[in-house]
């Protein structure tokens, strides 16, 4: 079993998951974090040590879980390892969606991942219990402690490889990413207007709530879907102002349409 665990990372997902894994029964021994300030933070919920030294990082965890960005992860691995005991029992695991697990190859025995699928904030509680695991591992005896850890935060655990979590991160970024790009661009829209983006809340959650019944295409409505060329014509003109808007507009009118051809 995975107990000790020291916290590489004090971002939004590290703010979350930390005091998480604390409730499931884990002990987060340490947090490490390049900004002091921020790493005290987060040690401070945990009544834990901090730091932003890799020769300071205790020896004695069980995992060390990289919660930072994707960019640093090999360089701070590479560290790391050279600071603690060759041929260890600890595991190395990050929580990246776009990174192999294979940046940790040739540094450390035991290496996976444990990756939760959710955006995170600081300041916006996340309930685990209803966020999906990806778990891998380089050892079947790493991927059953990484999938024994999550499952004490999750039901939803899954063993996903490299490559399959690679093409569910696209599919994240298009789903949240994208689609949040477009909430702002329909704040904007409203805000140049004096309308109150809140109008717009009941129809984003009644969007998110058909696609968790059905399949998305078979939700599809609007004008594109309806092949209303009239209306697309008039939303184009009210966008003059816009063309970035405009060709956004038409490209997603385009695919929509091309969905619907291939039904």
């Known amino acids: 079993m995975i107990k000790k665990i020291v916290l590489l990372g004090s971002g939004n997902l590290a703010t979350q998951l930390a005091p998480a894994l604390v409730l499931a029964g884990a002990e987060v021994i340490q947090v490490y974090s390049r900004r002091i300030a921020h790493a005290r933070k987060l040690a401070r919920v ?15 965890a069980d ?26 029992r600890f595991i190395f695991a990050h929580t990246s969606g776009a990174t192999p697990q294979l940046v940790f190859k040739g540094l450390v025995e035991n290496y996976g991942i444990f990756y939760p699928v959710q955006t995170f904030s600081k300041d916006r509680p996340a309930d685990f219990s209803t966020i999906p695991f990806c778990i891998d591992g380089n050892r079947k005896n790493v991927r059953n402690k990484l999938a024994m850890l999550a499952k004490t935060l999750s039901p939803k655990v899954s063993l996903i490889t ?27 829209i409203l805000d140049e207007h004096a309308i109150p983006f809140e109008l717009l809340t009941p ?11 059905n399949a998305p295409r078979t939700m599809q409505t609007g004008p594109a879907r309806r092949g209303d060329q009239k209306t697309i014509q008039r939303h184009q003109t009210l966008l003059n102002n816009h063309p970035a808007f405009q060709e956004i507009y038409q490209k997603l009118s385009e695919l929509i349409i091309q969905q619907q051809q291939q039904k």
């Open 63 to 88: 995992l060390y879980l990289f919660a930072i960005s994707d960019g640093a992860i090999q360089a701070i691995a590479e560290q790391l390892s050279k600071a603690l005991p060759e041929n260890g």
């Open 203 to 213: 129809l984003i959650l009644e969007t998110a709530k058909k696609v968790q019944e």
């Open 162 to 188: 490299d490559e399959q979590r690679a093409i569910l991160h696209v599919a994240a970024v298009f789903v949240n990413n994208f689609t949040n790009a477009l909430f702002s661009v329909g704040k904007d």
């Open 46 to 60: 945990l009544t834990c040590p901090a730091t932003t030294k890799i020769d300071e990082i205790v020896t004695n």
